[in-house]
């Protein structure tokens, strides 16, 4: 799709009402919520999108936990956007808008999905994820070993502050990252130390066994995330442990025998 924004930032606007809801974008997580009530977010998605051309969402909605089915009172919607990064003056153009969806009008539904599509061109092409290795066809009992390792290693580093090792860690995740919003040049102190979280006490991490495993990417990406959680690590205070911080973890293997290293 043509435009003219220098800086193209790609957003879908969820906005939803009792009832959890999913966001993937290109098969890869973007944006989840449990929440009781409503929710209305817009979401940045141009680190799920690799180039230009077409790319794909689907977005999921479920009952809360606890509940049969979606509350007769829940509603769901979708807009795709694009707008500048930096032009904060320039309006944002629509792209694709799902109609909005009302469960009053429904059957009891344990699950509404709806898929849809939109184009983007941005000025970058990021390698990500296209020639890994399809995890999905690999031991799942091996893959958790070995993500449970980086866990470990994550939690060293963390209680060791040790800025240098996270970089070199997460180089490849966060150089596609900022890429993809624009970012150039390395971090200021300022937002570096910020990578590393800072909790009074001790932090203490959630055993991996209590994870479960889930593919993306078309099986060529696979995460653990807890019930409820997004993919990723959770990290909290020996003091208490709802004072917490989520490590954001998505795995690729880049050619067969090679490590798996974070992606996203």
């Known amino acids: 799709m043509y ?11 969820v906005r939803s009402r009792n009832c959890r809801v999913e966001l993937t974008v290109n098969d ?57 990064a930096f032009v ?12 909005e969806v009302d469960f009053s009008t429904k059957s009891p539904s344990q699950t509404y999905v709806y898929a849809g599509n939109f184009d983007a061109s941005v000025p970058y092409h990021q390698l990500g994820w296209q020639s890994s290795v399809p995890l999905i066809e690999e031991d799942k009992e091996r893959i958790i070993k070995e993500v449970g390792l980086i866990y470990d290693e994550l939690l060293d580093i963390f209680r060791n502050r040790d800025l240098s090792r996270y970089l070199a860690l997460c180089h490849e995740r966060q150089e596609e990252v900022f890429n993809s919003f624009y970012f150039k040049g ?23 066994q209590d994870y479960h495993l889930s593919f993306h990417g078309s099986g060529k990406v696979v995460g653990l995330s807890l019930p409820s959680k997004p993919c990723g690590f959770l990290f909290y205070s020996s ?20 490590k798996l290293t974070l992606i996203r």
């Open 3 to 13: 435009h003219s924004y220098q800086h193209p930032l790609y957003e879908i606007e």
């Open 28 to 84: 890869m997580p973007c944006f989840k919520s449990d929440e009781q009530g409503g929710v209305a977010v817009d979401w940045p998605v141009n680190p799920n999108i690799l180039s230009s051309g077409r790319q794909s969402f689907t977005i999921t909605s479920k009952p809360y936990e606890g509940d049969d089915y979606i509350h007769k009172s829940a509603s769901l919607s979708l807009k795709v956007y694009v707008r500048d």
């Open 88 to 99: 904060n003056d320039k309006p944002r153009t629509l792209l694709v808008e799902m109609p």
């Open 186 to 208: 390395p971090l200021d102190e300022k937002r570096q130390s910020r990578l590393i979280p800072t909790l009074p006490g001790l932090l203490m991490k959630i055993p991996y």
């Open 239 to 258: 003091e208490d442990q709802k004072n917490a911080v989520l490590e954001m973890a998505l795995f690729h293997r880049k050619s067969p025998g090679a």
